[in-house]
């Protein structure tokens, strides 16, 4: 796919919209490190994210989320697109709590979006700490697959906390997934352990240059010849975190150390290949990847954010930087080829073949206009208290659940005109891969037809069509009429 947007470029605005703009597989890595759901008292008030970076104005951002804040659309966007996905989010949000299931629908819907951009040879690796590692997992499984997981490396660093009653918290997570099995990895290598460490923990020996690995059965088993040192192993404790006096501190609570991303950009990317972090706050990712001759596009709500990168890239020492008046600073973007930019892009791959039906009605907007609760009143007023699939008629419309007509597996789409209204069986017995029709033969051969009229499916359609046809074009904004 074509990149429409430009290498080296920092948008300083919400990721969402910036990735809803960006071009399907255009991107070779992300590496990112988004806001745990930590309700961790950072600089200053409690629950709220609070910069100390100098220039920044007072730009508080929460750094929690609550249910009531989701929005509707993203959930019912999961809900008919990810079913995988949403039962994982309802998992979290009985064990443990609305406000994770929150963060997870506000990762996720980023997630989903990562996923499309992702060239077909890409890897994400996504920073977490065990606040919700384990639920973050289950949602990345639904989004990139399983069989796409690679490593959940554990970041082991040094850095007390005051004693509480339970062990010292060490260590963050990174899960590392693929887009495909197909994908670039050029294998890191850390140095050789001492014998008795190796006979201790990988039951090998280290001979010369020849790795040999002991088999469940003692006997030795002969393994690739590493060159320099062994495989590196998916604990890391060789990096520690940024000292207080260290030349790259920046002041920002939350950066993470130059050494843990520049190994990230090295495993899973190329020189000249594009590196994207849609949460980049102070830069790391985007500085390890520009010193290892990546392209690189970062993403940051927070204002101010190309300060940190214009710096970094300069070299420029915290003291010196606080000195620095902004505008000077503005000067530089050119010389380090750097754009900034508070406008999303456009997509220009949109496929029309997502609409298949309404193609005709409108162009290129695909979102649906209607809540899940406004067509299953519509269809219900419309049609009556009746099953489409088996002409059963229930108490109240409670019992009436909003299908798909042809399953989202075949191409279907959310829109009204692929609605119907079933009971409770015929739901969970359509499951994905039936069509409307076939449920209805099943349940004559079976015996499950009620005598009640059955509903006129093509009559329905044609109608539901036409009202889908008659919103989208009374509709005053977002739906462009062909
Ligand atoms: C944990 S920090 C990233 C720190 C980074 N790894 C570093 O070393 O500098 C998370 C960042 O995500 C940003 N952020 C949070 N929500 C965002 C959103 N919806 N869009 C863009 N950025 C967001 C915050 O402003 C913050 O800078
Ligand atoms: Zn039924």
Same mark, same amino acid.
């Given at each position: 796919?074509?990149?429409?947007?430009?290498?080296?470029?920092?948008?300083?605005?919400?990721?969402?919209?910036?990735?809803?703009?960006?071009?399907?597989?255009?991107?070779?890595?992300?590496?990112?490190?988004?806001?745990?759901?930590?309700?961790?008292?950072?600089?200053?008030?409690?629950?709220?994210?609070?910069?100390?970076?100098?220039?920044?104005?007072?730009?508080?951002?929460?750094?929690?989320?609550?249910?009531?804040?989701?929005?509707?659309?993203?959930?019912?966007?999961?809900?008919?697109?990810?079913?995988?996905?949403?039962?994982?989010?309802?998992?979290?949000?009985?064990?443990?709590?609305?406000?994770?299931?929150?963060?997870?629908?506000?990762?996720?819907?980023?997630?989903?979006?990562?996923?499309?951009?992702?060239?077909?040879?890409?890897?994400?690796?996504?920073?977490?700490?065990?606040?919700?590692?384990?639920?973050?997992?289950? /949602?990345?499984?639904? &989004?990139?697959?399983?069989?796409?997981?690679?490593?959940?490396? +554990?970041?082991?660093? @040094? %850095?007390?906390? !005051?004693?509480?009653?339970?062990?010292?918290?060490?260590?963050?997570?990174?899960?590392?997934?693929?887009?495909?099995?197909?994908?670039?990895?050029?294998?890191?290598?850390?140095?050789?352990?001492?014998?008795?460490?190796?006979?201790?923990?990988?039951?090998?020996?280290?001979?010369?240059?020849?790795?040999?690995?002991?088999?469940?059965?003692?006997?030795?088993?002969?393994?690739?010849?590493?060159?320099?040192?062994?495989?590196?192993?998916?604990?890391?404790?060789?990096?520690?975190?940024?000292?207080?006096?260290?030349?790259?501190?920046?002041?920002?609570?939350?950066?993470?150390?130059?050494?843990?991303?520049?190994?990230?950009?090295?495993?899973?990317?190329?020189?000249?290949?594009?590196?994207?972090?849609?949460?980049?706050? /102070?830069?790391?990712? &985007?500085?390890?990847?520009?010193?290892?001759?990546?392209?690189? +596009?970062?993403?940051? @709500? %927070?204002?101010? !954010?190309?300060?940190?990168?214009?710096?970094?890239?300069?070299?420029?020492?915290?003291?010196?930087?606080?000195?620095?008046?902004?505008?000077?600073?503005?000067?530089?973007?050119?010389?380090?080829?750097?754009?900034?930019?508070?406008?999303?892009?456009?997509?220009?791959?949109?496929?029309?073949?997502?609409?298949?039906?309404?193609?005709?009605?409108?162009?290129?907007?695909?979102?649906?206009?209607?809540?899940?609760?406004?067509?299953?009143?519509?269809?219900?007023?419309?049609?009556?208290?009746?099953?489409?699939g088996c002409n059963y008629i229930p108490p109240?419309?409670?019992?009436?659940?909003?299908?798909?007509?042809?399953?989202?597996?075949?191409?279907?789409?959310?829109?009204?005109?692929?609605?119907?209204?079933?009971?409770?069986?015929?739901?969970?017995?359509?499951?994905?891969?039936?069509?409307l029709s076939s449920l209805r033969r099943q349940?004559? %051969?079976?015996g499950y037809l009620q005598p009640n009229e059955?509903?006129?499916?093509?009559?329905?359609?044609?109608?539901?069509?036409?009202?889908?046809?008659?919103?989208?074009?009374?509709?005053?904004?977002?739906?462009?009429?062909?």
């Amino acid at each position: 796919m074509t990149q429409n947007f430009s290498d080296n470029t920092l948008y300083e605005m919400d990721n969402l919209v910036v990735l809803r703009g960006m071009n399907s597989e255009t991107v070779d890595l992300i590496a990112t490190d988004p806001p745990f759901n930590t309700k961790r008292n950072r600089a200053g008030t409690a629950g709220f994210y609070v910069d100390n970076w100098k220039w920044g104005d007072t730009d508080i951002l929460p750094d929690q989320w609550k249910w009531n804040e989701v929005h509707p659309k993203w959930l019912e966007e999961i809900k008919d697109n990810h079913i995988e996905l949403y039962h994982a989010i309802d998992a979290a949000k009985h064990c443990q709590g609305e406000d994770t299931a929150a963060f997870l629908c506000f990762l996720s819907v980023r997630l989903i979006e990562m996923h499309r951009i992702l060239k077909k040879t890409g890897s994400i690796y996504l920073h977490c700490d065990p606040t919700a590692s384990h639920y973050i997992k289950m /949602c990345m499984d639904a &989004i990139f697959g399983k069989k796409n997981f690679r490593n959940e490396i +554990v970041w082991h660093y @040094r %850095r007390w906390t !005051a004693a509480s009653k339970r062990f010292q918290k060490m260590h963050d997570i990174i899960f590392y997934y693929t887009k495909t099995n197909n994908y670039i990895f050029t294998k890191p290598l850390q140095e050789y352990a001492d014998e008795k460490y190796i006979e201790d923990t990988v039951r090998g020996m280290v001979d010369g240059k020849l790795v040999r690995l002991k088999d469940d059965k003692g006997n030795y088993i002969k393994r690739e010849t590493q060159k320099g040192g062994v495989l590196m192993h998916d604990v890391w404790n060789d990096i520690n975190f940024i000292g207080p006096t260290a030349n790259e501190r920046t002041g920002s609570p939350d950066q993470k150390p130059l050494d843990l991303y520049a190994r990230i950009i090295e495993a899973s990317s190329n020189e000249g290949d594009l590196v994207l972090d849609p949460f980049c706050g /102070c830069a790391t990712t &985007i500085i390890a990847a520009d010193d290892l001759k990546r392209r690189w +596009v970062g993403i940051d @709500r %927070r204002k101010d !954010a190309r300060y940190h990168i214009i710096t970094r890239l300069m070299g420029i020492s915290r003291k010196e930087r606080e000195r620095i008046e902004k505008h000077a600073v503005d000067k530089q973007m050119e010389k380090y080829e750097m754009h900034y930019q508070t406008e999303s892009p456009t997509r220009t791959d949109q496929d029309e073949q997502n609409l298949p039906e309404l193609s005709h009605v409108y162009a290129a907007e695909p979102e649906n206009p209607l809540t899940h609760a406004e067509m299953h009143e519509i269809l219900v007023n419309k049609f009556g208290l009746k099953c489409w699939g088996c002409n059963y008629i229930p108490p109240d419309k409670r019992y009436l659940h909003l299908d798909h007509i042809i399953p989202k597996s075949d191409g279907g789409t959310n829109h009204i005109d692929n609605r119907a209204l079933l009971c409770q069986p015929c739901n969970s017995m359509k499951s994905n891969t039936m069509s409307l029709s076939s449920l209805r033969r099943q349940n004559k %051969r079976e015996g499950y037809l009620q005598p009640n009229e059955p509903i006129d499916l093509q009559s329905a359609l044609s109608w539901t069509k036409n009202h889908l046809i008659k919103i989208v074009r009374e509709s005053p904004h977002q739906y462009r009429l062909l």
